[in-house]
């Protein structure tokens, strides 16, 4: 009995580190993406009603997957079984569609970006706005504004409905781009590692809709 209370305090003493942690990161993006939006307002289109990521296939975190599962166990019964049937609906017609254009795609399981080509409304998208908001993965809610990979850093991502190919960036702009994505991904990268040096899975990545059917918190005990 001892050594299971003993374990459920350091347990609980992990997690409550890990979230702090992400916290820490999710205000750090938060800030960088106001910062673009005060530089970049004027030709932004992202707001409520703009759902056009939302329908782009990609692959969240095990982190961000703890915290939408979290997120579902608060919801109701009824709540949670209609995200659920919908994440199942999700998850077949994905795999559908990525084995019909295996050919021609290249879906990347590593890497937190949408994979071109492919889109299908995500299961937590109900007219037009997202219903795990305050639970969405770090992905969404930096997704929109130019972004900065160090491990792939011979270009920039971003939102074509925002930055249309060719748009150019001021060399200062890029550089402070640079500097404060960096710092990001370094703090994001420790977080992720430290989290799949406790998952239970060999995966690095996963989706929303395996995050809603999901008790992720289990992978990490």
């Excluded at 430290?194 to 008790?215: C, F, P, Q, W």
Aim: hydrophobic share 40%; glycine share 4%.
């Amino acid at each position: 009995m001892i050594c299971l209370r003993l374990y459920l305090f350091y347990w609980l003493t992990v997690m409550h580190k890990l979230f702090k942690d992400y916290k820490k990161v999710i205000s750090m993006v938060e800030q960088e993406f106001d910062r673009n939006v005060r530089l970049y307002g004027e030709q932004m289109q992202c707001g409520r009603g703009c759902s056009a990521c939302c329908s782009q296939v990609f692959r969240i975190t095990l982190m961000d997957a703890v915290v939408i599962s979290d997120a579902m166990k608060r919801m109701t019964p009824e709540v949670r079984k209609k995200f659920q049937e919908r994440a199942r609906v999700y998850l077949e017609e994905r795999a559908r569609m990525i084995e019909d254009r295996a050919h021609e795609i290249h879906v990347d399981d590593e890497r937190e970006v949408p994979t071109a080509g492919l889109r299908l409304p995500c299961p937590a998208l109900e007219d037009g706005a997202c219903q795990i908001y305050d639970a969405r993965p770090v992905v969404c809610r930096k997704w929109g504004i130019p972004l900065f990979d160090p491990q792939h850093p011979d270009s920039l991502q971003a939102c074509e409905l925002n930055f249309p190919p060719g748009t150019a960036i001021e060399d200062n702009e890029l550089d402070e781009l640079i500097d404060r994505q960096t710092e990001i991904s370094e703090h994001w990268q420790d977080l992720k590692a430290a989290v799949n040096a406790r998952s239970r899975t060999d995966r690095k990545a996963t989706t929303i809709a395996e995050a809603i059917l999901g008790d992720n918190e289990e992978m990490l005990k």
